[in-house]
């Protein structure tokens, strides 16, 4: 007969187990540099009422704290400022003043709006510089109304953000469904675009172009060459404007079948089809050759690293050598726009579910990547709107 025993208790059972096993000790942390130990310093001061109560009151530092209380405060309700912007270029109020100043109720019934309403309205552009009050209970352009109407392809990228709005609604929402079912995703349907889906994206890029090509061509010389390249040219208005600084250069324009075929209607309107070789093709499985520059204008940050690395080896196979690639877009990490690289981009590219910014030493990487050699920046006059680098087929 076994002899019966009491079962051991949860208590003994963790006694035994530490006196068979040894304990488990901690990972030690990782020694932190000054500067990451005077961040946490400057966190705790910045994060304690008391403190911020004692800083606006001095002197000396009631500027610096005013600064940081505008900034966080324009943070939080920058989507009304957003949305203002929105309803005066959706409603063309900053047009209806192109001509001169005009009233309240002459601008309501222009707006089809409430003449409450519309002052309302006028009133928040004008906290925004959209537009200025004038004597006699007039309204005018203002200097960022004016700059706005100079630029056609930010207007339209206003009205396309009505998308991006959709899918921040619930921005917790967008980032656990990594992107899926967005609505700025459906717009960009890159891998089988119809008929319908390449006209509303070729007219967006189409109309947002222009700005983009005066940087490029400004930056960069064409001199010497022979036949430029355009991957993923869209309707061709990067070809175009650089058809008018460089009288002597051919074209090709590499795009999706759909794209391509706008492309070549639209060419062929403003007088180039005879300079044009427009190619209906999938520039991540091969680029024909014939040109010695190949140009990628507003083109690797929509896809990701392997197919941008691709995209650019295909471009090295396709050039002789000597020849040169360009790569233009928006990077991230740009002096005096930080934030346009991630806080927009990245939030942008996420919902449409490929792509990211990357910052101009990561472009360069993948160039190198891709066997080129020579990689340099072109200064732009606006680098927040595009920076371009260059590289070479040794």
């Not at 059972?13 to 901690?26: D, E």
């Not at 912007?85 to 001509?99: F, G």
């Not at 010389?221 to 058809?243: K, N, P, Q, T, Y």
Request: net charge positive; aromatic share 6%; hydrophobic share 50%.
């Amino acid at each position: 007969m076994v002899a019966s025993h009491p079962a051991p208790s949860a208590s003994e059972l963790r006694a035994r187990g530490a006196k068979s096993s040894p304990a488990v000790q901690p990972v030690p942390a990782a020694p932190r540099s000054l500067a990451a130990r005077l961040a946490d310093w400057r966190n705790r001061l910045l994060a304690s009422p008391r403190f911020q109560d004692w800083a606006v009151r001095m002197p000396f530092t009631a500027g610096v704290s005013n600064r940081f209380a505008r900034r966080l405060f324009d943070m939080a309700v920058g989507f009304s400022y957003a949305r203002i912007l929105y309803a005066c270029v959706k409603l063309d109020l900053l047009r209806s003043l192109q001509e001169g100043p005009a009233s309240i109720p002459d601008l309501a019934r222009a707006l089809r709006l409430s003449a409450p309403a519309t002052q309302v309205l006028l009133k928040a552009a004008a906290s925004l510089d959209l537009l200025e009050v004038e004597g006699g209970g007039l309204y005018r352009l203002g200097p960022m109304g004016a700059a706005l109407l100079g630029n056609p392809g930010v207007e339209a990228m206003i009205l396309h953000h009505s998308l991006l709005y959709e899918d921040l609604r619930d921005p917790v929402a967008l980032l656990r469904a990594e992107g899926e079912g967005s609505a700025v995703g459906a717009f960009w349907p890159y891998e089988s675009p119809d008929a319908e889906a390449a006209q509303a994206y070729s007219r967006l890029m189409a109309r947002t172009q222009t700005m983009i090509a005066r940087q490029v061509v400004g930056a960069v010389s064409l001199r010497g060459f022979r036949r430029l390249m355009d991957v993923g040219g869209g309707e061709g208005v990067f070809i175009e404007h650089v058809a008018r600084a460089a009288p002597d250069l051919d074209f090709m324009l590499a795009d999706l079948p759909e794209v391509a075929a706008r492309a070549a209607a639209r060419l062929a309107g403003v007088g180039l089809a005879e300079r044009v070789g427009v190619h209906g093709i999938d520039a991540r499985a091969g680029l024909p050759s014939g040109a010695d520059v190949i140009s990628f204008v507003r083109v690797l940050h929509d896809h990701d690293d392997a197919e941008a690395a691709a995209m650019l080896r295909r471009a090295f196979e396709a050039l002789p050598r000597g020849g040169r690639v360009l790569v233009a877009e928006p990077m991230a990490g740009t002096s005096g726009a930080r934030a346009m690289g991630h806080g927009y981009f990245g939030v942008y590219l996420f919902a449409m579910g490929q792509g990211r910014p990357r910052t101009a030493r990561e472009n360069a990487a993948l160039l190198r990547g891709a066997g080129f050699a020579k990689v340099r920046e072109h200064r732009t006059a606006q680098p927040v709107l595009v920076r371009v680098l260059s590289a070479v087929r040794v």
